[in-house]
């Protein structure tokens, strides 16, 4: 098993720690406790994966950095949040798109009886520069994502799933984000739909030079698309490393790519598995 503490080399290698996330406790409703001391960088210019199963609590920690918790009855107990180095726990989520962090929800949010060009333009609100630049930035979101500018008169409820995805993170590009919290892209889309999100998501790294931080259960192709990887299993992180070292990772492999002899294990099987070999040893 990987070491769970930040990896300074790793994250050296790829700029700056725009993010930083020390040992947060999050509680819900003022008794369940949900995150037990989660600590993550996230560097400028990467993509930075968190990675675990159905409640883990990657949604809990995207909700604490970009401050979504509160109407949940959620809150950030201990530890804290910087951004550039700043304490960001105490911005509305509009104080922060305006900083340049902004989420993009699980569940691909739209405004359904609005039509996807209006959707996109909703991104646009905290803008202060004109016009223009609101419209040459629509024509990059549709360079991106020709099948939204295909969509773009259609009302977005009666669009599909994948092109919902899609218009949820250009909105999010509306903003001209530096750092974007994906929640879950591949959730309900069929393979080759979340390939070809992924496939966007580097591009706009690699070009427009956004900061991803995202959450997944699809641990085999986050792992293929980022730089960096940590994963949370109940409130914890248990590993974390360079994405191409955690592939290789054999604990990974066996538990969490599904590669082991015996086929794919549980969540469950991997706990009285971990649980076994600590008996053992
Ligand atoms: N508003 C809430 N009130 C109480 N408990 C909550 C609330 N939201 C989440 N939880 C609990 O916190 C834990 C972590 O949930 P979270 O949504 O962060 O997990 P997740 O890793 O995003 O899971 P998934 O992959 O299913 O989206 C779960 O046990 C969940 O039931
Ligand atoms: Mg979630």
Known sequence: ML???????????QGEALLEVNNIEVIYNHVIL???????????????????????????????ISNLLRSERGEVTKGSILYRGQRIQDLTPADLVEKGVIQVMEGRHCFEHLTVEENLLTGAYTR????????DDLEMVYEYFPRL?????????YTSGGEQQMCAIGRALMSRP???LLDEPSMGLAPQLV???FGIVKRLNEEQGVTFLLAEQNTNVALRFAHHGYILESGRIVMEGPAAELRENPDVKEFYLGMSEEGRKS?????????????LS
């Open 3 to 13: 070491d769970a503490k930040p990896d300074a080399d790793a994250t050296a290698t």
């Open 34 to 64: 949900v995150l037990k001391g989660v600590s993550l960088s996230v560097p400028k210019g990467g993509i930075t994966a968190l990675l675990g199963g159905n409640g883990a609590g990657k949604s809990t920690t995207l909700k604490s």
């Open 128 to 135: 202060r520069d004109g016009g223009r630049a609101t419209k």
């Open 149 to 157: 500018k295909e969509r773009r008169a259609s009302q977005a409820g």
């Open 178 to 180: 530096e750092t974007i």
């Open 195 to 197: 390939e070809q999100i």
């Open 267 to 279: 969540f469950r099987d991997v706990r009285s598995y971990r649980r076994r070999k600590r008996w």
